[in-house]
C-alpha cells in the first residue's frame, strides 16, 4: 500500500522534475525496493534511464540511458504492472522535452513499444497476469498519456520539434 501510493506521488514529479530531484526520488526507490522486491525491476529501469556520467557532474550518461531505452519495447512491458509502468512513461513524456535530439528520439521510440503493446493486449484486455482491463487501459491513456503528453507539447521547446 506504500509503494502504491508513493509510485502515485513519484510519476508526476518525474514529469517534471530537474535532474538532481528525480536522482533523490530515485533514491527513495531504491530504499523502497530493498524492502518490497516488486519495485526491483522499476527501481532498476529507472536509474538506468537517469543514469549519471561519473565524468560529469550530475550530466546524464547518455549510453547508459539510450541502452535502458532498447530494453524496453513491447516485451518489457508484458512483464510490468500498470503502476510500474507509469513513471517510467513519466520520464519519456520528460525526455520528449530535452533539447537532445537523440533523447527525444529514444523517448518517442518507447513511447510507441507502449502503444504497440496496448495495441496488442486491447483485443482480449488483459496480459498473462490480468493486469490491464479495458478500463485501466482507457484509463491510462485518458488520464495520463493525452493529459501528460497535452502539457509536454504546450512546454516551450522540445516537444514541438
Not at 535532474?19 to 526507490?29: A, Q, Y
Not at 520528449?96 to 518517442?108: D, F, P, V
Amino acid at each position: 500500500a506504500m509503494s502504491r501510493k508513493f509510485l502515485r506521488s513519484l510519476t508526476p514529479l518525474l514529469i517534471s522534475a530537474d535532474f538532481p530531484l528525480r536522482n533523490s526520488i530515485l533514491d527513495v526507490l531504491d530504499a523502497l525496493a530493498a524492502n518490497d522486491l516488486s519495485l526491483l525491476a522499476l527501481a532498476k529501469i529507472l536509474r538506468e534511464l537517469n543514469a549519471t556520467c561519473e565524468m560529469e557532474m550530475g550530466g546524464l550518461d547518455y549510453e547508459k540511458v539510450f541502452l535502458a531505452y532498447d530494453k524496453v519495447d513491447v516485451k518489457f512491458f508484458y512483464t510490468m504492472h500498470e503502476e510500474h509502468v507509469l513513471p517510467i512513461l513519466a520520464v519519456c513524456i520528460h525526455d520528449m522535452t530535452s533539447e537532445e535530439l537523440i533523447l527525444r528520439q529514444s523517448a518517442s521510440r518507447l513511447l510507441a513499444s507502449f502503444i504497440k503493446f496496448l495495441g496488442e493486449i486491447l483485443p482480449g484486455a488483459q496480459t498473462l497476469d490480468n493486469q490491464w482491463s479495458k478500463d485501466r487501459i482507457d484509463r491510462t491513456i485518458r488520464n495520463f498519456f493525452f493529459k501528460n503528453m497535452g502539457k509536454a507539447m504546450k512546454k516551450e521547446g522540445a516537444a514541438k520539434k
